[in-house]
């Protein structure tokens, strides 16, 4: 089993920036890889950016070059730096983890972007 807790949210204004973390718990030493992803209200969950345990990382061409995801396996804790935000960037963002026998995703956590 594996715990994601995830903290970072809120509401920000266009052009402006948001921190995500993840931190995992329980069978951590599985986790391969670690990520985020998004669903804004009608739409179904997409991917916005993962990464490996050995630093492989994966974006979203909607983010490339505005979001960064990075990983720091000493904490289990995985994070998005958002910039450049713009509305269409509005979502509930989920933290997933991967293990080969099953995904784990965090509670959701809620970003607005909206002047």
């Known amino acids: 089993q594996v715990q994601l807790v995830e903290s970072g949210g809120g509401l920000v204004q266009p052009g402006g920036s948001l921190r995500l973390s993840c931190a995992a718990s329980?069978?951590?030493?599985?986790?391969?890889?670690m990520g985020w992803y998004r669903q804004a209200p009608g739409n179904q969950r997409e991917l916005v950016a993962t990464i490996a345990s050995r630093g492989r990382i994966n974006y979203a061409d909607s983010v490339k070059g505005r979001f960064t995801i990075s990983r720091d396996n000493a904490k289990n804790t995985v994070y998005l730096q958002m910039n450049s935000l713009k509305p269409e960037d509005t979502a509930v963002y989920y933290c997933n983890a991967d293990t080969p026998r099953a995904a784990y995703w965090g509670q959701g956590t809620q970003v607005t972007v909206s002047s």
């Open positions: 329980g069978s951590v030493f599985s986790i391969n890889p």
